[in-house]
């Protein structure tokens, strides 16, 4: 089993990125999938989750910015990012889990990818 991220960046306050990761050996459709979120020093903080139904739930801290959204087909899961602000700036990791029961749990959570850097300068 494979994740891998993509998307990373800097970008500007106000600014917009689009995360991507790709997976593969995962029977993809049946996974819960979900963006977290690691600043150096500090735990990783559960940003964004799509389940196999495709309702989606988000952080309070990106709720109305960011959007999480899915490709069965391609076994691709996404993360627009919208109005990023310097507090969203973090390494950015998928991952995939097939019972998740919290989605902010990251124990739930059986596959990660390797992460992709996301900086946004004021």
């Known amino acids: 089993v494979q994740l891998q991220a993509s998307g990373g960046g800097l970008v500007q306050l106000g600014g917009s990125l689009r995360l991507s990761c790709a997976a593969s050996g995962v029977t993809f459709p049946y996974y819960t999938l979900a963006w977290f979120r690691q600043v150096l020093g500090k735990e990783r903080e559960w940003v964004s989750s799509i389940n196999s139904a495709n309702t989606t739930y988000y952080a309070d801290s990106v709720k109305g910015r960011f959007t999480i959204s899915r490709d069965n087909a391609k076994k691709e899961v996404y993360l627009q990012m919208n109005s990023l602000k310097p507090e969203d700036t973090a390494v950015y990791y998928c991952?995939?889990?097939?019972?998740?029961?919290?989605?902010?749990?990251?124990?739930?959570?059986?596959?990660w990818g390797q992460g992709t850097q996301v900086t946004v300068s004021s």
């Open positions: 991952g995939a889990g097939i019972v998740v029961l919290q989605n902010d749990l990251e124990g739930d959570y059986e596959f």
